[in-house]
């Protein structure tokens, strides 16, 4: 695969001059057309440099080092081997894939296991093109089963510390809470991570979503808010577009996980345009999820024509079929894809991050914007 070198090619990317692009710009974006989009484009995907801003650390968890840890941990697997391990990624909805997500966690035992997992992932993730990630990691799934706050919390932050230095990746870590979970149980633990003065930027939302609405967290967002932190969740991705209003108006979110579902109520869709709320969208999960069926039919084209700020993202990687370069590389080539809509998902994702202005200048510079 070529790297994205960020130079304006020849009949290229019109929007790679040396302004940003403009909201009207981007507004103004082509989307394929029908026909164009059935196309399947045999040109090589250039590897964008872009902001992963949905990521679930633990859905990064590759079969091998499922198996690699349990033997160091001493854990019997209920699989055989990897053939039988991954027979079991075949997912109805999302509750079938947490079950499996949640059952292969018990082999995170220790600092070092959190670590390894978290450096593969950055590794993997720099070669994917990422240049900034915001990491989201689900302490209440760990504390549940009796791995301290501080194990699994330093595990990951150890190798965050010098992911810049040693990936090229800045990161950012957010801590997530269960919504199937209780809110009380939800602000013990963000109580404990206030008080162990952890390194998180942000709290997260996710999980079983419906019957799961925003309404239940209210306190535990405001206490957030309150202690400086950023404030994202999961909403609309098999939940009703109410969840995504209510995540904005009761929880006070600044971005959106998925989203998708947006498109069900076109009052919600302007207000989302109007307010350039980022809706961080995963392609391949949706699909793996059967929140869509296929991935030609995914919205999110009719997202970029209908001006919601997107951007794509590989949410758990190891079970979905791909990091976020393979995400590019599939809807290129299923959904024809332009080189124009690819820049502006990378640099809605760089700017939609939480990273401070400089990497942003810094980012959108690698992308060909100075
Ligand atoms: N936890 C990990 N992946 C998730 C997803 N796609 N939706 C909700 N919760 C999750
Ligand atoms: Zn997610």
Redesign the pocket.
Known sequence: METYDGAPEPGGVPALSDAPISEADEAAAPVPDAEEAAVVVEQPVKLLPVAELHL?I??TLEPELIFALAERNGIELPYADLDELRACYEFTD?QS??DL?YANMAVLQTEQDFADMTRAYLERAAAAGVRHAEIMV?PQAHVSRGVPLETCVNGVASVLANSLAEFGVSTLLIA?FLRDLSEESALDVLEQLLAMNAPIAGIGL??A?VGNPPAKFERLFARAKEAGLHRIA?AG?EGPPSYIIDALELLDVERID?GIRCMEDPELVEHLVAERVPLTV?PL?NVR?RAVDTLAEHPLPAMLAAGLNVSVNS??PAYFGGYVDDNFVQLQTVLGLSEFDRVRLASNSIRSSFADDERKTELLAELGYS
Do not use: I, Q, R, T
């Open positions: 679930h633990e859905g999302l894939f947490l997500y689900d997530a996710d999980s979503e999961h991705e998925h995963c999960s999820l949410d758990d």
